[in-house]
């Protein structure tokens, strides 16, 4: 059973960080790329962040980045999204997305956890 279980969202207030992990299983980690979307209300979901599963590199929005980092725990079976410098304009429910590196209509998502950044 594919499972991807998000976990460390919450209330922050601006300029604050936050740590959200992405812990999955029940398939082949490593085949995967990892990434992070968000949607915010009455807004589409957007792409955020994606580590890519050779390792070969990431890739950012531009509204984020120097500001957020993606990384990846094999290992572990765990993606990871530090966001620093946190904005009002990211709150959003924050999703965690794998995608076959090969089979690109492998794809599953996670249940979302909210970010709300306020003071």
């Known amino acids: 059973q594919v499972q991807l279980v998000e976990s460390g969202g919450g209330l922050v207030q601006p300029g604050g960080s936050l740590r959200l992990s992405c812990a999955a299983s029940g398939f082949t980690f490593s085949n995967y790329d990892m990434s992070w979307y968000r949607q915010a209300p009455g807004k589409e979901r957007e792409l955020v962040a994606t580590?890519?599963?050779?390792?070969?590199?990431?890739n950012y929005a531009d509204s984020v980045k120097g500001r957020f980092t993606i990384s990846r725990d094999n290992a572990k079976n765990t993606a990871y999204l530090q966001m620093n410098s946190l904005k009002p304009d990211d709150t959003a429910v924050y999703y965690c997305?794998?995608?076959?590196?090969?089979?690109?209509?492998?794809?599953?998502w996670g249940q979302g956890t909210q970010v709300t950044v306020s003071s």
């Open positions: 580590f890519s599963s050779p390792g070969t590199g990431t």
């Open positions: 997305n794998a995608k076959h590196w090969t089979f690109s209509n492998l794809v599953y």
